[in-house]
């Protein structure tokens, strides 16, 4: 028995965007009085939707920073950033091709905690979107963003699959989490800009199958899963 379903994280799977992302979103919240490096954007708020931040930033400091200039401009400054900056995955179409090839029956989706407009606008300037149209799903969709198992579940749901059926592919702990809880197999990778030993680390203490930091690496991977799951 195989695996009928790899679900993507797209920011920092599909498409280096989190040090971008996380620059830009760290600018903005300095400004609107929050004082945050971009190293701490990643650390803790890397997989998180925006909605989630803000929640979480503006519970600390007691102050909705929503209407701060810096904030309302920064959909704006992230779009101008990501047209001159983003960039695929290194080997991510090859990937992908090699997938295709290897397991002509797995189907692929993406599910983040990025806005569909952006999914969009991303994967667009990434020559990702003919491939993933109509196939991605944000925590816009869902209750609750991850942690929560929602959006992994919205996907499965929306693809045919059963949970147990899908492997996921995320590059945070926070949807390592989501993965686990959806009850889905987990796949952490290291492979973005912003991949250090300190990502490794908190991506290992979620016990995912395994930690990969090269896409050349994937396709074998599938291949292990699908006959440990044969076997069990």
């Known amino acids: 028995m195989n695996y009928d379903l790899l679900i993507w994280d797209c920011d920092g799977c599909l498409i280096d965007s989190e040090w971008i992302g996380c620059q830009v979103e760290a600018e903005g919240f300095t400004k609107a009085g929050y004082p945050i490096s971009t190293e701490e954007m990643i650390a803790r708020f890397c997989g998180v939707s925006s909605a989630e931040v803000f929640s979480q930033v503006e519970a600390e400091i007691g102050v909705n920073i929503r209407h701060h200039e810096a904030i309302v401009n920064q959909d704006e400054a992230l779009k101008a950033a990501f047209e001159q900056h983003l960039k695929p995955i290194a080997g991510i179409h090859e990937a992908l091709h090699e997938l295709d090839n290897s397991f002509p029956n797995l189907q692929m989706c993406i599910a983040s905690g990025s806005s569909m407009d952006r999914l969009e606008h991303t994967l667009k300037l990434t020559n990702l979107y003919d491939r993933f149209e109509n196939k991605y799903f944000s925590a816009d969709l869902v209750e609750k963003g991850k942690p929560a198992p929602d959006v992994f579940l919205k996907a499965a749901s929306e693809m045919g699959v059963a949970p147990e059926k899908c492997v ?43 930690i990969f930091n090269d896409m050349k690496e994937l396709a074998n991977l599938i291949k292990k899963l699908n006959m440990l799951k044969s076997t069990a």
């Open 168 to 210: 996921v592919v995320e590059d945070s702990h926070l949807g390592l989490q989501a993965a686990r809880a959806a009850g889905m197999t987990a796949l952490g990778f290291t492979g973005a800009s912003h991949g250090n030993a300190d990502l490794h680390s908190r991506l290992e203490q979620q016990n995912p199958m395994a």
